[in-house]
């Protein structure tokens, strides 16, 4: 779309939008694993967030909402794509070798603003899946089938996680600083011959060591166990300490180089997911050891685009979206002290559960949007929100049509992002690791019976299972403690027949 024809389309903008002349440039800021409670603006104490908190103070603070998965990859599936994961069988935690899984017909948050006129890019953890079929990817040559067929017109990538292989970043489909010297083989199946791993080679974890019985074992890079066997890399392995600032740098050469045209910017940090393993400078300045450095290190990524926006004159008239896949978790499986250096701090704040829970503390994520053109700042927000909606809430902003069957779950409530408290969705949907789905309301959460075990030992995480229906009140239980089911029926038969509903829509 020329921008003309973007221009005319503002005129279908709510009015809150309708006094711009230029469509916003977009920035969503995607944390990973970054809980309810882990920012100075949402209560955390031991460790300092100004760049978050001050984007918070210009901006609106939400107190109610949701990411749709409390794991990562069905998290971000439902963001980009706007239909609900547990739709489909295939979007659990993904392998770093697995297929693309957004299918290249399938529309997606980057299509919508590619087809508006926005410049796109991904920058930072994908872990959506690259290539054609999972476990047959060449990473010595381009690779087929991945953003660049889903709306990202740039992008500079993880495959998967952290702890996961290939430990390099991907740029236009191609690995990285290619090292031609040191071709790369993956497999998540068995090790290369000669190459030593986590489990048999423990004393070449000179960075981070792997908990017992947690894997992380695999293949070592950078003296940290990982998640999978990979051979080679060479000068395109990436160091952890390095993460955040490839990730910061790839940011704002981004939007230097787009800063005469619109666009849109989909910010996956590492931080603050295992390993944590930040960067010298981030160290060591509060109480609770690497994972509250992560944060700092987190907060720095903040500062350092939204300098970059300020200095490129371009931050009046960014809407800048920050959130989290995903609640929080402490030990996520490598020994970084975590959990002892908490010193009282509260990861998911108030909430019950952690990362991936069925309780509120798997999914309920921090959420901030600042846009100084188009959103009066320094409020909070109560409305119940879901990242299922951004495609929708988007493609409102611009006045765009979807595509007939696309974002089959994603409904527009831009109005709610730019802290409009009317019409807000009357439920959203949760879904925990174990794909157990909750429902919540303003005043209720409910979360369908399972047989799953009710806590894992070593995340030491509540994950919400119970073989009967549980239902709270969260007008007064933020900590889901008291089962209502049984003195409210009637509400839980309300709720089943929703979470029923939901399931039989078909596209
Ligand atoms: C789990 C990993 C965990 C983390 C998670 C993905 C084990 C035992 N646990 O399987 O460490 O990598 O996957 O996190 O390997 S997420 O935020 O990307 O969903
Ligand atoms: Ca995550």
Known sequence: ?????????????????????????????????????DLGCYGAKNVETPHVDRLAGQGIRFMQAHAVAATSTPSRYSLLTGEYSWRRPDTDIAKGNAKMIINPWQYTLADLFHHAGYRTGAIGKWHLGLGEETGKQDWNAPLPCGLQDIGFDYHYIMAATADRVPC????????????????????????????????DNPELLYNLKSCKNHGHNHSI?????RIGYMKGGGKALWKDENIADSIAEHAVRFIEENRDRPFFLYLCTNDIHVPRFPHDRFRGKNKMGLRGDAIAQFDWTVGRVMDALQEMGLDDNTLVLLTSDNGPVVNDGYEDRAEE??????????????????????????????????????????????????????????????????????????????????????????????????????EWKYIEPSDGGAFMQLEKVETGNAPAPQLYDMRSDSGERENLAEKHPQVVYELQSILRRERNKRK
């Open 1 to 37: 779309m020329k921008r003309t024809q973007i221009l005319s389309s503002l005129l279908l903008l709510p009015l809150s939008a309708v006094a711009q002349s230029v469509p916003p440039n977009v920035v969503i800021i995607l944390a990973d694993d970054l809980g309810y409670g």
């Open 221 to 225: 890079v950078n003296g940290i166990g």
């Open 341 to 442: 250096l908490l010193n009282g701090h509260s990861p998911a704040g108030p909430l019950r559960g952690n990362k991936y829970s069925a309780f509120e503390g798997g999914t309920r994520v921090p959420l901030i949007v600042r846009w100084p053109r188009g959103v009066k700042g320094g409020k909070d927000s109560q409305t119940l929100v879901s990242q299922i909606d951004f495609l929708a809430s988007f493609g409102e902003m611009l006045g765009a049509k979807l595509p007939k069957g696309s974002a089959f779950d994603s409904q527009p409530h831009f109005g709610n992002l730019l802290g409009n408290e009317q019409n807000a969705r009357p439920y959203v949907v949760e879904q925990s690791l174990s794909h157990v789905l909750s429902v919540r309301t303003p």
């Open 168 to 199: 390099v970043f991907i740029e236009n489909g191609f690995v990285a600083n290619y090292d031609p010297e040191a071709p790369i083989q993956v497999s998540y199946e068995k090790n290369f011959p000669g190459e030593p791993t986590g489990k």
